[in-house]
Structure formats: C-alpha cells, structure tokens
C-alpha cells in the first residue's frame, strides 16, 4: 500500500507518496517502506516490488548494497577451487575484474554496464578466448550473488561476446615425431614418444611419475598434472611448479601404450632413475615448468628438426588423435583416452579428419537399400508363382 505524505510542508516536501510493503515470507517477514515526490514513482515501485515478489524475483535491497570486491572476496573464500583454478580467478579478478567492478554495489551493476566492460577487454587487444575465460568468472560470482538473495536477477543477461576462433589442429606425422625425439636432450626423448603415444597435454605429461607406468598392463595411469600455483606478495603470479589433481574427472584416465613408447620409458628409467617418482622433472627431482622446457628444450628442438617454429607440444596430442582415427580407432575410444568430457568435444575438434566418412556412409545405404529390392523383387516372384 502507500499514501500520500499529510505533513504541514505539502509544497516542497520530497516524499509525498510513501509505498508500504512487506517481504517474501507471509506476517513474519520484515515491513519496509520507500517514499517518493511523484504519485506514479509510487505506483511503479509498488507494482515492480508485487511483480518481483509473484516471480521470485525479490531481494532484500540492502543486501544488494555490498561492494562486488567484498561479495567476491567471501564468495573465492567458500569455494573448493583447486590451487591452480584459484590462482587463475585471482589474477583475473585483480587485473580485470575489480579495476571496473569492485567498488560497485552489487545492486547498481547493470547489462549495458557489463556488456561495456566486454568491449572495454577487446579494445584492450585481449584473446577472445581470454575475455570468455574472464567473463565467466564475473557470471559465475554474479549467479552467486543472485542465488544468496543479493540480487534479484542476473545482469548478465544476453551479454555478447566476441566470437572464439576453432582451436587450429597442427598435424604431425610419425616420421616427424621421430625426428623432434631425436633432436631433443636424451633425457627428454621418451617424454616426447609418450606424449605423441598417449595423446596427453603438457602439464599430464610433465606431471607423469614411475608409479603411474603400468607396464604388465601396458599401460599409463594419468591422474596429475603440473601446474604454477602460489601468488607473489607484489601480486603477479606465482612461478612454483607443482603436482595437482587434473581439472576434469574425465582427464583421469589410464591409457594404452604401444610397445615403441613401453620400450622408451623402460630405457628412460634405467638411463635417468626418476628422483622422488617424477620421470621428467628437473635436474633435482623437481617438476619442471613449463615455459622453461619451452624456452630450453622444444623450441631448439623445432629447429634442428626442422619443423615449423609455431609447432606446439600440445600439436603432439593432435598428432595421436589424427593417426589413431586415421588407422581406424572409433572416435569414441580416442575422445576416452584424450580424457574429454564428452564425444562432442571430440566430434568438433576431430570428426573431420575420420577417414572416408562420406564413401563409408554411401556404402552403407546403397547396400541397405539394394537388399530392401531385392527382397522386394523376391516377394514379387513368389506372388506370381502362386
């Protein structure tokens, strides 16, 4: 309800139309009020409140009053993260996220206010890939907050982002995973035989430890990868190499290896025994970053191989999928091994080079059909017979 204000000072009082509600929650939630100069600001107030209280929409309007920074801060601090995913929300947050949004109340944040800030990061010349990665962030703390009863609705609503480009698949051959192997130091030889056999990433290969071979079984155990974790007190980030659970339950996987790659790690082991269980760590038994090993081992190795400079290690995980659907491996069975979450994932980076779909499918129907008239023709003699 609301009623007009019957104070002595009618002309120049401010709120002269006072809008009295109550909460969600029947006679026990809490009664507020809100006054206003204008009869129709009453009146819009009263049906945006009733509307949002029929959709379930409503918030508790000082609860919207808290800073994003502070909501977000609270909001990290329950998560369960892992360290790496952590340090990724961290450095977004404070290089991308807090600079537009952190000293805003959560309730003052708009969709044009946030569709800006989107264009704001691709003026910036950031990665579309990138902006994805930090706007979700933003979303995820923003449907945390709706979800807590601090906004009634999302802002995030019909945002457009700037389109990603289809991940470049590089292709190698056998012959050429040969040669890099051959062009790096010896101790890192079966690293890059095992990567290119298993189809691993990086930070899985880096990461794999004698305990996780499974020679009687032929097979490799992935269930660690090496990460950077840990911020420094100037606020950039962290450079400690470390052990940490995959990011996805799916990227736990064991994996078959074939004898070249069983043969290679058996040699790797006697020629360098693993310190502390890592296979390919540093001198020390430490796990090795990455972009040291990029910087020092790969990069002269592109060189002597002779392969194109833009060659990554992660072209090696492109290189087992092509080969093993190229030699007729099931597409499922590959997108198990690559430790994705799905066929579909699979299916759009790969599915074009499965080979001879088109003839195999016109195979299949001509000879489907052709039986259909044979047996057709069949059904047909035997009628005139009779």
């Known amino acids: 309800m609301f009623k007009k204000c019957d104070c002595s000072n009618r002309g120049r009082c401010d709120h002269r139309w006072t809008v009295r509600y109550r909460e969600p929650g029947g006679r026990a939630a809490k009664q507020r009020e809100k006054s206003f100069r204008l009869k129709s600001e009453a009146e819009a107030f009263q049906a945006?409140?009733?509307?949002?209280?029929?959709?379930?929409?409503?918030?508790?309007?000082?609860?919207g009053r808290v800073t994003f920074k502070t909501y977000a801060d609270g909001w990290m601090a329950d998560m369960p993260h892992r360290p790496s995913t952590a340090d990724t929300y961290t450095r977004h947050l404070r290089n991308h996220i807090y600079p537009?949004?952190?000293?805003?109340?959560?309730?003052?944040?708009?969709?044009?206010?946030?569709?800006?800030?989107?264009?704001?990061?691709t003026e910036k010349g950031l990665a579309p890939s990138t902006i994805e990665t930090i706007y979700n962030i933003f979303a995820s703390i923003i449907r945390g907050a709706v979800k807590d009863d601090r906004l009634g609705?999302?802002?995030?609503?019909?945002?457009?982002?700037?389109d990603v480009h289809p991940t470049k698949v590089s292709l190698l051959s056998p012959e050429q995973v040969k040669a890099l192997a051959d062009a790096v130091p010896p101790?890192?030889?079966?690293?890059?035989l095992v990567a290119f056999a298993?189809?691993?990433?990086?930070?899985?290969a880096l990461g794999l430890c004698q305990s996780r071979m499974l020679f009687l079984k032929r097979k490799l155990r992935v269930d660690q990868q090496v990460t950077l974790t840990g911020d420094k007190e100037d606020g950039s980030k962290g450079t400690r190499p470390t052990l940490s659970a995959p990011k996805t339950k799916a990227s736990v996987r064991e994996v078959p290896l074939p004898r070249f790659a069983l043969?290679?790690?058996?040699?790797?082991?006697?020629?360098?025994?693993?310190?502390?269980?890592?296979?390919?760590?540093?001198v020390r038994g430490n796990p090795m970053r990455r972009d040291y090993f990029n910087?020092?081992?790969?990069?002269?190795a592109l060189k002597k191989a002779g392969l194109p400079e833009d060659t990554t290690f992660h072209d090696l995980r492109h290189s087992f999928a092509s080969t093993a659907l190229a030699e007729g491996v099931p597409i499922s069975d590959v997108s198990k091994w690559l430790g994705h979450a799905s066929i579909t994932e699979t299916v759009d980076t790969y599915g074009h080079l499965v080979p001879e779909a088109d003839s195999r499918v016109r195979?299949?129907?001509?000879?489907?059909f052709n039986r259909s008239s044979e047996s057709d023709g069949a059904d047909k003699v035997l009628t005139l017979a009779r």
């Open 48 to 63: 945006k409140v009733e509307n949002e209280k029929n959709q379930g929409t409503y918030s508790d309007p000082s609860r």
């Open 100 to 121: 537009a949004f952190g000293n805003k109340p959560l309730n003052t944040i708009r969709t044009s206010t946030v569709q800006g800030w989107v264009k704001s990061l």
């Open 153 to 162: 609705k999302s802002p995030c609503l019909n945002i457009k982002l700037p």
């Open 187 to 192: 101790r890192y030889r079966a690293l890059i």
């Open 198 to 204: 298993a189809g691993l990433r990086q930070g899985e």
């Open 263 to 282: 043969e290679a790690l058996s040699a790797h082991i006697k020629d360098f025994p693993p310190k502390a269980d890592l296979l390919f760590g540093t």
């Open 295 to 300: 910087d020092k081992v790969w990069k002269p």
């Open 363 to 368: 195979s299949a129907l001509d000879g489907a």
